[in-house]
C-alpha cells in the first residue's frame, strides 16, 4: 500500500457547503465504471444463461449489455483521442 500525498493543485471544492475533493471524485468515478461493468456483465450474463438454458432469446438484455459495452469503448476512444 502505498500513501498518496496530495498534489500543490489540490483544492476542495464546496458542493451544497460539504468540501468534496479530488479524491472523493476519483472514487466516484471508479465506482461508477465498476458498476457499469458489472451491470454489462450480468445483462449479457443473462442472455447468454437463458440461450444455452432455456433456448430463449432475450434480446432485451443483449440490447442492454450490446449498449453498456459500446458506450464504455466510445468513451476511452473518445477520451484516448482527445487527452
Known sequence: MTLRLP???FR???VL??????????HRRRSTSLGGISAALLAL???EYHL???HVFHWELLAIGLTMVVVKLSAMAWYHFTD
Do not use: A, C, M, T
Not at 457547503?17 to 476519483?26: A, K, M, P, S
Open 45 to 47: 450474463g443473462l442472455f
Open 52 to 54: 444455452i438454458r432455456q
Open 7 to 9: 498534489s500543490l493543485s
Open 17 to 26: 457547503g460539504v468540501n468534496i475533493d479530488e479524491r472523493f471524485l476519483d
Open 12 to 14: 476542495p471544492r464546496k
